[in-house]
């Protein structure tokens, strides 16, 4: 709550027959000529202004800000709400719980512990794509989420009841991001204070990095961490700089036969070759108008795949159509039109009084130019243009196939692979007898690559066979694409084109359908197109995440035994935003991102081997051959069965009773009281070992001595690699864990369905079956060395002989560590197996912040070196020193850090000491953010 108003800014607004309580910008000369995004950032400046953690001078800096310059001011920003997702959520609502327990035990009021700030969760994550391609998917797949997932819905409906300000959106409804824009987020926020309704931009943080999907809709918000989140909860601001603002301007209009997704594929590389890790992006120029809402979207979704903190679109008429698409409430529509217009939020460039913002970078895109593209096969940023996808695949597969083959095919010569002409039926995808072939030819002189074909019966008796490059996963799925009707009834109607010619999915192909709410549902109703969808296999498998964070559930029997039997490198395509090694499935090896039609297109075609302008899809009952340019839906007849497919009685509907939940839902046993009753016997959740033994004041820090590595990764090691994810295997050390507590195989879950329990969390940090962990060159997965012993071993195992002998832990990494999604786990596990400190040379924004928020130090290589070029090698003992000084109320920039090898000689650099705020180095000092929390709240 303010307390200050050195500027005289509050003042009245008056908006039909209400009246509101508003911090004027107007009142501040400087802020006119700000970004967007940090005008909204000013007015939360002026509104939350106390003179202590705010104070007048931070308002001042944002009005002077420099462009130009590198960010160095600190501010204090308190998000309006915090959205998160049932992965994330359930560990944020059991420290929540652990926290009043804790209150209780160092003298305060468990009741102060309750979000101070709304806080929404939708259950999106724990949906499985075990059934597909049949009628009853949705039905059964959501059965088998409530029997897998019982104790962790109690827990929430628990959490729903016992806590103030918190919903739940239950399972089967949408995504979080696309439930986010076309219901929770507000456009501006109202909420009384002090018996005043006061209105403020709506602003919001999630525990999802892809919350900045509603940056579309004009509303400040960004992904950060659960702990992170759980803080705002409770009041806390976040600590952050006045960052670089990258002003993205947008012209022309998309072409015939390009989608959203293509855009925004092609937006991601350009921002990620820029380099906007860090920094807000803004879109602006007269180009924005062109742009539809739900495009919008899908680029602020991207966000996190370029890197930037936001990716954000300004307030205008668009936003306002789409508000009232969605049901908004009429005065909710007015309220933002009118603030916006008010505070100089609104963007209109033909306006008289209109000012252009200054911005710190400025890049442009011609929309026009942009071209058919997919990406992969293993990060969001490589895009490949369509006509150059199988080029490029043959040159990928290379990195997947084992050594001799691939040995083998590069070695080949060329006049072998002429004998073998483009019009070979093996190249065009037919099932011709290969024995004639080299093992290693594809045919054709675009695409020549590795082959291993292997003859296998499917389940309902399809004589086929499988081989590298084959197409396993055709999904339709993510908030990215699902929450776009121009490219979700683009695919539709390619679908009702296909089938009108006769073309069929490949046998071998697992195909999906989950869109990202209803209202997708009802639109393809009305229009009449899921026969066409379901015809080729695409039925409804469930309204969640899915495919794109793992969820895929297993591929057919037959098809995983020949893949694993045979070591095939076969593929997945999806419509989502992520594709990094792993995550998709644990028998897929690569992995591309496309738009739902091109999903639709690659599941027709069966392979990535495979030209759309040259070769067929098939061919008609009259033998004439279908190519992908004859089924492709015009721009037209997509946009006329928008008009009339879609209305805001649709959203009205689906939203109407959202908090509700079916009679699943409803039925389920909750449990009462204001502290959970924890079971010792829970497999699913359990009371993590945060605050034991913690007192009202913290134990001074300590230097680290004596350290040893337990692992050392080169460049772009993501928070997959790190955080547990995906399915947990048997011989494990989590499915080890389970099968000791009782569980059966077959309900071992997922590892985001157990992150409530952090002893199975633990268990599969680092365990990514794609790590490479440089202590075992030629080894992939959770293993490491230990140093105490000389063994090989899992690094979970690793840990707990440290532990034991008392050692701790370091982390060597190359660039860009952590990068991906903010997974709160990655330095909560990281925490938990002992690692005091990361020494990387460089890191991802969030998971720097989370490492910090559990204590862990982020460190960085001198500029311009690594632990290669200082010859670590990651057997030495490591020594830190310097970091005593924050004891003194300091944050020193560097700390030195000796490496002593087994032979005595030693390793001595200054590592860059990341923690780059006041704040951050309070929540070190405190052994993290939520200890800092505790003792602030039991201190008040």
């Known amino acids: 709550m303010s307390s200050v108003d050195t500027f005289r800014s509050k003042g009245t607004l008056e908006v039909g027959d209400a009246s509101y309580e508003v911090y004027r910008l107007s009142a501040v000369p400087g802020l006119e000529r700000l970004p967007f995004s940090l005008k909204v950032l000013a007015e939360n400046l002026l509104r939350t202004e106390d003179g202590a953690n705010v104070t007048a001078d931070h308002v001042r800096a944002i009005a002077s800000w420099d462009p130009a310059a590198e960010p160095s001011t600190e501010i204090q920003f308190t998000p309006g709400r915090v959205v998160m997702q049932d992965f994330t959520g359930v560990p944020c609502v059991v420290d929540l719980a652990t926290m009043r ?308 095919f590069s070695g080949l010569d060329e006049s072998v692979a002429e004998t073998f002409p483009a019009s070979d039926p093996i190249a065009a995808g037919e099932h011709a007898d290969s024995s004639d072939a080299p093992a290693h030819v594809a045919g054709g002189d675009v695409a020549r690559r590795p082959h291993k074909r292997v003859p296998f019966t499917t389940e309902d008796g399809t004589e086929t066979e499988l081989d590298h490059g084959h197409v396993v996963i055709a999904s339709i799925t993510s908030c990215t694409n699902t929450s776009n009707p121009s490219v979700m009834l683009a695919a539709a109607l390619l679908a009702k084109n296909a089938v009108a010619k006769g073309l069929t999915v490949k046998p071998w192909v697992k195909t999906s359908m989950a869109p990202g709410s209803k209202v997708v549902s009802d639109y393809y109703e009305k229009a009449g197109l899921w026969p066409y969808l379901e015809k080729l296999g695409f039925h409804l498998v469930g309204y969640g995440c899915a495919t794109c964070i793992g969820n895929s559930g297993p591929l057919p029997e037959e098809v995983s035994a020949v893949v694993n039997e045979h070591d095939l490198s076969v593929v997945s395509v999806l419509s989502g935003n992520r594709n990094f090694e792993g995550r998709i499935n644990p028998d897929v090896k690569m992995n591309y991102l496309a738009s739902p039609p091109l999903v639709i297109a690659y599941a027709l075609a069966g ?35 928008i008009d009339r497919s879609i209305d805001s009685a649709m959203f009205t509907k689906d939203y109407a009773d959202v908090f509700a939940g079916d009679e699943r839902w409803q039925t389920l046993p909750t449990p009462e009281g204001d502290t959970f009753a924890w079971d010792a016997s829970s497999t699913y959740v359990r009371k993590p070992p945060y605050f034991e033994g913690m007192g009202t004041t913290p134990e001074p820090v300590e230097d680290i001595a004596g350290a040893r590595v337990l692992a050392k990764l080169g460049d772009s090691v993501t928070t997959d690699h790190i955080s547990p994810a995906g399915s947990i295997k048997a011989d494990s050390p989590a499915g080890r864990y389970l099968a000791e507590h009782g569980v059966e195989r077959r309900d071992f879950n997922s590892y985001g369905s157990r992150r409530g329990n952090h002893e199975v969390m633990i268990r599969g940090t680092f365990a990514n079956i794609r790590l490479r962990n440089q202590l075992v060159p030629g080894v992939e997965g959770g293993v490491t060395v230990n140093h105490l012993t000389g063994e090989q071993t899992t690094i979970y195992d690793a840990s707990v002989a440290y532990a034991e002998a008392g050692v701790p832990l370091v982390v060597l990494g190359g660039k860009e560590y952590g990068s991906g999604s903010s997974r709160d786990w990655a330095a909560k596990g990281t925490r938990l197996l002992g690692v005091r400190a990361v020494i990387a040379e460089s890191f991802e924004r969030i998971h720097r912040s989370n490492l910090i928020g559990m204590g862990v130090l982020p460190l960085q290589f001198p500029a311009g070196e690594s632990a290669d070029s200082l010859g670590l090698v990651g057997t030495e003992t490591f020594d830190v020193s310097g970091v005593t000084a924050l004891n003194e109320g300091t944050t020193p920039s560097t700390v030195a850090v000796r490496a002593t090898r087994a032979d005595g000689s030693v390793v001595e650099f200054d590592a860059v000491l990341r923690i780059d705020t006041p704040g951050e180095a309070d929540y070190y000092r405190n052994g993290g953010i939520l200890q800092y929390v505790l003792r602030s709240l039991v201190a008040s």
């Not at 009259?622 to 946009?639: N, T, Y």
Request: proline share 6%; glycine share 10%; net charge negative.
């Open 101 to 408: 327990e804790a209150v209780a035990e160092l003298g305060g009021d468990p009741a102060r512990i309750n979000p101070l700030a709304p806080a929404e969760l939708v259950i999106d994550h724990s949906v499985q794509i075990d059934v597909f391609g049949r009628q009853d998917a949705f039905e059964r797949n959501v059965e088998l989420e409530y029997q897998r997932n019982r104790e962790r819905y109690q827990f929430l409906r628990w959490g729903q009841t016992a806590f103030d300000d918190f919903k739940v959106v239950p399972p089967g409804t949408g995504i979080v991001h696309q439930v986010n824009l076309e219901y929770l987020a507000r456009g501006v926020m109202t909420r009384e204070v002090d018996g005043v309704l006061r209105a403020y931009p709506d602003t919001c943080v999630g525990t999802d990095s892809h919350t900045t999907m509603v940056n579309g809709l004009g509303v400040l918000g960004w992904g950060v961490g659960g702990i992170e989140a759980e803080a705002a909860m409770l009041g806390q601001p976040v600590s952050m700089l006045i960052p670089r603002v990258v002003g993205f301007k947008l012209s022309g209009s998309i072409p015939a036969g390009v989608t959203a997704t293509d855009v925004v594929l092609t937006i991601t590389q350009q921002l990620r070759e820029h380099g906007v890790v860090g920094k807000f992006v803004e879109f602006y120029g007269a180009g924005v108008a062109e742009v539809p809402l739900a495009n919008r979207a899908t680029i602020g979704n991207m966000s996190p795949e370029f890197g930037s903190t936001c990716a954000i679109f300004p307030v205008d008429d668009v936003t306002l159509d789409y508000l009232r698409l969605t049901g908004r409430p009429d005065a909710q529509v007015a309220l933002v039109e009118a603030y916006a217009k008010e505070q100089g939020l609104w963007h209109d460039p033909t306006s008289a009084d209109y000012v252009e913002p200054v911005f710190s970078e400025y890049l442009e895109l011609d929309l026009s130019t942009v071209v058919p593209s997919i990406a992969g096969p293993k990060r969001p940023q490589d895009r490949i243009e369509l006509t150059a996808a199988k080029e490029s695949f043959a040159t990928s597969i290379l990195d997947y196939v084992g050594d001799d083959e691939a040995a083998a």
């Open 607 to 641: 392979t990535m081997d495979f030209d759309f302008e040259s070769e067929p899809l098939g061919t008609t009952e009259a033998g004439e051959p279908v190519f992908l340019r004859d089924i492709w839906p015009a721009p037209q007849e997509v946009q006329a069965t």
